[in-house]
């Protein structure tokens, strides 16, 4: 289960950060954070409840890097 | 400018201004040190608040080593230093001014790839804002094309997008592919005609009965494609996140010894310790470490040679593809449709003697005249296209199985068809097997007409597309085709490739291209070619497989890694360039913006270069890495 949300992050390290940190979220199997096109891709394990998930990523991303946007 | 930067365009003039007050004032009044502080803490909060609290909040969350530290550690440092020594070494104004600029050059790159972003989202601007519905009333209503079910009628007006896929029902009109394709000739469209979504109307109105949702029409999967492909990274991406995650802490560590290690040595050697000098060099080389130039340049590089090749028509599924696409040293085609059009053209007339070509032609265009086959359809093109139709009533008709046929008309008996039918009515043809293609003989109340030889013919770009590859430095090109031997040696020599595969069943390509695999040397990569219908299982095993003519076809676009919206071969060759400029540019960052840190890291470790000289290494490197990945934009000439 793959799915795809809009963000908003001004810098490529940032979005690196991003990414580190939805890795480490549990129930997320691999995230993807493409600064150029404004984008997260998340895997969700299988019959994961994602909206529960994206909850934690918000979290885990705001952490490391306060002034990022993810629209779930 | 969006708000955000506007801001901090505001906070850099600002503290500008109080800067060069602050400059003025000193210049014409002493002012004790502590007063000193205060008002240069004025500049520096105005420019740099957000950096402390950013670097604050990064050591709060465990995320000590980022930028934001190292310029905060670097400032707060400089301007302590200037406290303790009144003045005297580094001192407020190198503090605020390192600040100062490091937003400048912060502001710049988000500015400057802000820019870079939009003009490559433009290139690719292709999504349909909405469809056009005829309602009850017969009015035309603009309404989302996600919101357009199957078979529904949408109007297309002059110089609008096609929104969703279809069929025309009403309506005749030039279409521009070339958002999708990268060609510029417009293609003429009648009722019946298929449409794919993505392409512009130039004139007429037509209405379109869509065939797909908005979400399964081309334009969609394209842009789905194009948008995930910053997603899988290449190996210089990973290769640098890597780079960052232990450059950074190694460097403060360094920082740390160079402020701490030279100072003991020489108390140890009882002379003057001078600490102050050696804790501004040690800040200097935090200010120049900053990873930014690289962090930045590099997916920036890699999103402008992946937006050139969308323009162009050739879509790539991901940055490690492109990476890959340069270090291509073998290259796999298929014949059919790929190198060759993959229709049937009459390619030789050659009459018996007493008959002129044009006899030959008239006749078998009389005996195929009301045969649908391919090989007909092609005899009976040739036939209009030299003006030979003949218009002779058939008074009956026979088709012979596996032979061919025999047709009457008012004054002749006409038989065409293979040379077992010539056999069975008493000729011994000339032998075609020697000829790449299909051989139709035909005879004529008894004497025997002469053959035509339909093939298979090039298309008209693939013999520049292997030379062009063959200039670029690929080892080795090698066509695969299931054809007959005689057709794929008379294709190979005409396109001047020395290495050919013929007679293979779709699995027989699978296992010669783990040959061609196993004959890679050291880093080399193998792609394949091939029309993407038929060519799947060969496409996913070649470490690049390469679909064409892949417009509209949903199974190419799935399984291929970079996908030809045409059937040109010579985007191939310009694809390979796009990916070699693409990767030396961004080699060049990496060389050029490691290099001068290093170099201002060792100047600054020796006290050579100062605060000043630093602020260079780290925005003007960034500055020029990303200017110089802007230039992945640009599609190289003569391709």
């Known amino acids: 289960m793959k799915k795809t949300y809009g963000i908003e992050v001004d810098c490529a390290a940032c979005a690196q950060k991003m990414e580190e940190a939805a890795k480490k979220v549990a129930g997320v199997v691999d995230a993807t954070v493409s600064f150029m096109s404004q984008k997260m891709k998340v895997e969700f394990?299988?019959?994961?409840?994602?909206?529960?998930?994206?909850?934690?990523?918000?979290?885990?991303?705001?952490?490391?890097?306060?002034?990022?946007?993810?629209?779930? | 400018m969006n708000k955000k930067q506007k801001k901090v365009f505001n906070r850099i003039i600002i503290s500008i201004i109080l800067l060069i007050a602050l400059q003025i004032l000193l210049h014409f009044v002493e002012v004790p040190v502590l007063l000193q502080f205060a008002l240069y803490m004025i500049p520096y909060i105005v420019i740099g608040g957000d950096i402390l609290k950013k670097a604050f909040h990064g050591i709060t969350h465990g995320q000590v080593f980022d930028e934001c530290f190292l310029m905060a550690v670097a400032t707060v440092g400089a301007i302590i230093l200037g406290l303790v020594t009144e003045g005297e070494e580094g001192g407020f104004l190198e503090g605020v001014a390192v600040m100062l600029f490091y937003q400048?050059?912060?502001?710049?790159?988000?500015?400057?790839?802000?820019?870079?972003?939009?003009?490559?989202?433009?290139?690719?601007?292709?999504?349909?804002?909405?469809?056009?519905?005829?309602?009850?009333?017969?009015?035309?209503?603009?309404?989302?094309?996600?919101?357009?079910s199957i078979g529904t009628i949408i109007v297309v007006k002059a110089g609008e997008k096609i929104p969703i896929d279809g069929i025309i029902r009403e309506g005749t009109a030039s279409l521009d592919t070339s958002a999708l394709t990268g060609e510029s000739m417009p293609v003429e469209k009648n009722p019946g005609d298929e449409v794919i979504?993505?392409?512009?109307?130039?004139?007429?109105?037509?209405?379109?009965?869509?065939?797909?949702?908005?979400?399964?029409?081309?334009?969609?999967?394209?842009?789905?494609?194009?948008?995930?492909?910053?997603m899988k990274k290449s190996k210089s991406e990973n290769f640098i996140s890597k780079f960052a995650r232990f450059y950074t802490p190694i460097v403060c560590c360094l920082a740390l010894a160079l402020a701490l290690l030279p100072p003991i040595v020489l108390l140890i050697m009882?002379?003057?310790?001078?600490?102050?000098?050696?804790?501004?060099?040690?800040?200097?080389?935090?200010?120049?470490?900053?990873?930014?130039?690289?962090?930045?340049?590099?997916?920036?590089s890699f999103f402008g040679g992946i937006g050139a090749a969308s323009s162009n028509g050739i879509l790539v599924k991901g940055s490690n593809y492109l990476e890959a696409l340069s270090e291509t040293g073998i290259i796999a085609f298929d014949k059919t449709g790929t190198l060759t059009k993959g229709t049937f053209e009459v390619t030789k007339v050659s009459p018996a003697e007493g008959f002129t070509a044009d006899d030959l032609v008239i006749y078998a265009s009389i005996a195929e005249r009301y045969s649908d086959h391919p090989i007909a359809l092609s005899i009976k093109k040739f036939a209009e296209e030299g003006g030979l139709n003949s218009i002779e009533e058939i008074t009956s008709d026979e088709n012979i199985p596996g032979k061919g046929v025999r047709v009457k008309t008012v004054s002749n008996e006409i038989y065409a068809g293979n040379s077992a039918l010539m056999e069975s009515i008493g000729f011994t043809p000339i032998s075609g097997v020697d000829f790449p293609g299909t051989v139709i003989h035909v005879a004529?109340?008894?004497?025997?007409v002469g053959m035509i030889l339909i093939s298979d013919s090039l298309k008209p770009t693939s013999k520049k597309a292997i030379e062009a590859l063959k200039a670029s430095g690929i080892r080795r090109l090698v066509m695969l085709t299931g054809d007959r031997k005689e057709s794929a040696e008379s294709i190979a020599d005409?396109?001047?490739?020395?290495?050919?595969?013929?007679?293979?069943?779709?699995?027989?390509?699978?296992?010669?291209?783990?040959?061609?695999?196993?004959?890679?040397?050291?880093?080399?990569?193998?792609?394949?070619?091939?029309?993407?219908?038929?060519?799947?299982?060969?496409?996913?095993?070649?470490?690049?497989?390469?679909?064409?003519?892949?417009?509209?076809?949903?199974?190419?676009?799935?399984?291929?890694?970079?996908?030809?919206?045409?059937?040109?071969?010579?985007?191939?060759?310009?694809?390979?360039?796009?990916?070699?400029?693409?990767?030396?540019?961004?080699?060049?960052?990496?060389?050029?913006?490691?290099?001068?840190?290093?170099?201002?890291?060792?100047?600054?470790?020796?006290?050579?270069?100062?605060?000043?000289?630093?602020?260079?290494?780290?925005?003007?490197?960034?500055?020029?890495?990303?200017?110089?990945?802007?230039?992945?934009?640009?599609?190289?000439?003569?391709?």
Not at chain 2, 117 to 144: C, F, H
Not at chain 2, 199 to 204: K, L, W
Request: aromatic share 4%; glycine share 8%; hydrophobic share 45%.
């Open chain 2, 494 to 639: 005409e396109l001047g490739l020395s290495e050919y595969r013929a007679g293979l069943l779709p699995g027989d390509k699978v296992d010669e291209v783990e040959k061609l695999i196993a004959d890679k040397k050291g880093k080399e990569k193998l792609a394949f070619v091939g029309d993407g219908i038929n060519d799947a299982p060969v496409l996913s095993r070649a470490d690049i497989g390469i679909a064409m003519g892949a417009l509209g076809s949903d199974a190419a676009i799935e399984s291929a890694d970079i996908v030809l919206m045409d059937d040109d071969p010579a985007r191939i060759a310009l694809a390979m360039k796009i990916s070699k400029k693409c990767l030396r540019i961004v080699r060049e960052n990496i060389i050029f913006a490691i290099g001068i840190k290093v170099l201002c890291l060792l100047l600054g470790a020796l006290g050579i270069a100062n605060m000043w000289m630093a602020i260079f290494a780290d925005v003007g490197v960034m500055v020029i890495a990303v200017l110089n990945a802007i230039r992945c934009l640009k599609i190289p000439k003569n391709a």
């Open chain 1, 45 to 72: 394990a299988d019959d994961a409840d994602h909206s529960a998930i994206m909850q934690d990523v918000v979290k885990a991303c705001k952490a490391v890097e306060e002034d990022c946007e993810i629209y779930v």
């Open chain 2, 197 to 230: 979504s993505g392409c512009v109307n130039i004139t007429g109105l037509l209405k379109i009965e869509t065939t797909r949702e908005f979400g399964e029409s081309t334009v969609s999967k394209i842009l789905d494609m194009v948008e995930n492909s910053s």
């Open chain 2, 444 to 448: 004529c109340d008894g004497k025997y």
């Open chain 2, 104 to 148: 400048i050059g912060e502001l710049f790159q988000s500015v400057a790839v802000g820019k870079s972003r939009k003009n490559i989202t433009d290139l690719m601007d292709i999504r349909p804002d909405y469809a056009n519905i005829e309602n009850e009333s017969g009015e035309l209503e603009k309404v989302d094309p996600e919101d357009v």
């Open chain 2, 270 to 300: 009882s002379k003057e310790p001078m600490w102050g000098t050696w804790v501004i060099r040690a800040l200097t080389f935090l200010v120049i470490s900053c990873p930014c130039a690289l962090v930045i340049s590099i997916p920036l």
